[in-house]
DNA sequence: AAATGAAAAAATCATTAGATTTTTCATTTT
DNA sequence: AAAATGAAAAATCTAATGATTTTTTCATTT
């Protein structure tokens, strides 16, 4: 079957893409944080309206502004960018592999890329690689979602709620709101694809 | 470090895990297909309060009952035993690869299996083989969910929402509410780990 | 022990009012 | 001309209420 609208063709007007996600995105970031747009606005020494204004597209942050939101959202600026060689119809809705941004963890051993092409989704696909050897530190405290994922490759032993289980490849699983921790046993790493819901990052 | 609550040691009392694992399971599909006590009580020959503590494991079905509820709920009845060689406090929480059970999709070329170890979560889990050649229908009518994947291997071609895009291991997309199709250009089978949310199974 | 039927309890749903947050927009600033 | 502000208007969120539906409980029968 052929489908209609094929994307990426040439002579396609990019119109000012960028600017207008870079608002989405920091809306989300923002809800995620659980920020008003009073606190961040007045975090970032700007006002209500403009940050408003900011957030759908109405106008545009000078970089020093995004620098400013970035930083205070914790995240880095090039965040917002990381899609931007992409045709405008392919963002949001797709994420390209070599596109996918670093996100959070602190932990060593533990690299987090963000999967989901969208932040304002109700759940969030992640890519986490466990290094050999490594392992998280105590249980983290549980957080209020729910969390799942599916191991691709390598071996991962986890602790879920009092329970510890040996996952080898293929094998998935998911809790609700439960304390949990990691440790890779194995010589190579670990792969999962991670869900989250709602979104934390 | 090390973790406690180590399971699989042998004498493990095993309980009625599997009785009680049925009645959530009759739950959650009867909720996703939005009937009532009522309703499949009444389909299935026997009082709203049988079925209620069916669900709720205080009384078990008969294996002629089950069979009966499996048939109104689409389901074969073995899927109520995917997980029952494991140990109890796996069940629920992990899902092992050689236990995934096979689900709906009545389409050709499509093999669906379903990822999560628990139908009561807020989302769904499931790895979708797309088979060289194969192509959807016409673009399926939106659901009221929202999807999600990454491309394990091969490669596909989707067309979503009136965009087409071609998506390569390790691509990721995510949409809502938008009516989609597929096609597998390829010469490979093509293999994407899929999130639903809510639960459609 | 399973199954029923009916009463009791619980959960769901639609309203509504109040409070908070966000958007709009006329005006000022850069 | 576009960015930024500040205040009014609009929209969103919360909590409470009552009506309705659904589910649970439990005494009784199969």
């Known amino acids: ?42 975090a970032a020494g700007r006002s209500v309206g403009w940050l408003s204004q900011v957030e759908r597209g109405r106008t545009t942050p000078s970089v020093r502004d995004l620098e400013q939101l970035a930083d205070l959202l914790g995240v880095n600026i090039s965040f917002f960018f990381r899609s931007s060689r992409r045709a405008p ?28 092409p969208t932040l304002s989704g109700s759940f969030e696909m992640i890519r986490s690689v466990f290094a050999p050897g490594a392992s998280s530190g105590d249980p983290r405290k549980a957080r209020p979602t729910e969390d799942g994922g599916v191991l691709i490759s390598g071996a991962l032993t986890m602790w879920i709620g009092g329970t510890e289980v040996h996952l080898y490849p293929g094998d998935s699983f998911q809790f609700a709101g439960a304390p949990y921790a990691w440790r890779n046993d194995g010589s190579e790493p670990a792969v999962v694809i991670w869900v989250v819901s709602p979104p934390i990052y």
């Open 1 to 42: 079957m052929n489908f209609s609208g094929k994307i990426g063709s040439l002579g396609e007007k990019w119109g000012n893409a960028v600017a207008h996600h870079v608002g989405e995105d920091i809306r989300s970031l923002r809800k995620t944080r659980a920020m008003t747009l009073a606190q961040l606005a007045g």
């Open 89 to 116: 119809e392919e963002q949001g809705l797709v994420l390209r592999a070599a596109d996918r941004p670093t996100i959070g963890s602190d932990e060593s051993g533990l690299v987090e890329e963000l999967l989901s």
